[in-house]
């Protein structure tokens, strides 16, 4: 079973996060689904309490997340 991405948004940020035991894992965006083109999500991820945590500025475009190996 793959590992489970949290999101959870504070004032104008996303945070993301996921156990730091699937530190394999890349975390990845794109604005649009339907035609997919993923990229690795800047910045790369700090541990927060057990967490590899991401933390991004919340944009008026849409953002799809995945874990990816």
Do not use: H, K, M
Not at 32 to 50: E, H, T, Y
Request: a negative charge.
């Amino acid at each position: 079973q793959p590992p489970q991405l949290s999101i959870s948004a504070s004032d104008a940020e996303v945070i993301l996060t996921w156990p730091t035991v699937w530190n394999c894992f890349t975390l990845q965006s794109t604005t649009n689904v339907d035609v997919p083109d993923w990229s690795v999500v800047s910045p790369p991820p700090v541990i927060v309490n057990g967490q590899n945590t991401v933390t991004n500025p919340i944009t008026a475009a849409q953002q799809s997340y995945r874990l990816s190996q």
